[in-house]
Nanobody, 122 residues
Framework: QVQLVESGGGLVQPGGSLRLSCAAS????????MGWFRQAPGKEREFVAT????????YYADSVKGRFTISRDNAQNMVWLQMNSLKPEDTAIYYC???????????????WGQGTQVTVSS
């Protein structure tokens, strides 16, 4: 099992940028597809972006495509989400998740961290 700790959230103005980080513990990190998900108040948790075990394949929600970039470094057990051109509708708690299965099976992700709050507001 992998344990995940997210960081990097904060308050940013519309159009701004943030970089979220996810630190993973466990020797089998490179076996996992990794992903970022978010949950806004009163809404279900939703998929944002996922990346396969090697970092060679990524998958994005249409709402963030072209603005967000997911990346990973297996040597450091780290996953990042670079968020540019942020919008108020991006406001949510962002969670890092892991999946031993395929990166595109977003419903199979779990092992959630505690989340990091992102607020986009002027």
């Amino acid at each position: 099992q992998v344990q995940l700790v997210e960081s990097g959230g904060g308050l940013v103005q519309p159009g701004g940028s943030l970089r979220l980080s996810c630190a993973a513990s466990g020797r089998t990190f490179s076996s996992y597809a990794m992903g970022w998900f978010r949950q806004a108040p009163g809404k279900e948790r939703e998929f944002v972006a996922t990346i396969n075990w090697s970092g060679g394949r990524t998958y994005y929600a249409d709402s963030v495509k072209g603005r967000f970039t997911i990346s990973r470094d297996n040597a450091q057990n780290m996953v990042w989400l670079q968020m540019n051109s942020l919008k108020p509708e991006d406001t949510a708690i962002y969670y890092c998740g892991a999946n031993l299965g395929a990166y595109y099976y977003t419903a199979d992700f779990g092992s959630w961290g505690q989340g990091t709050q992102v607020t986009v507001s002027s």
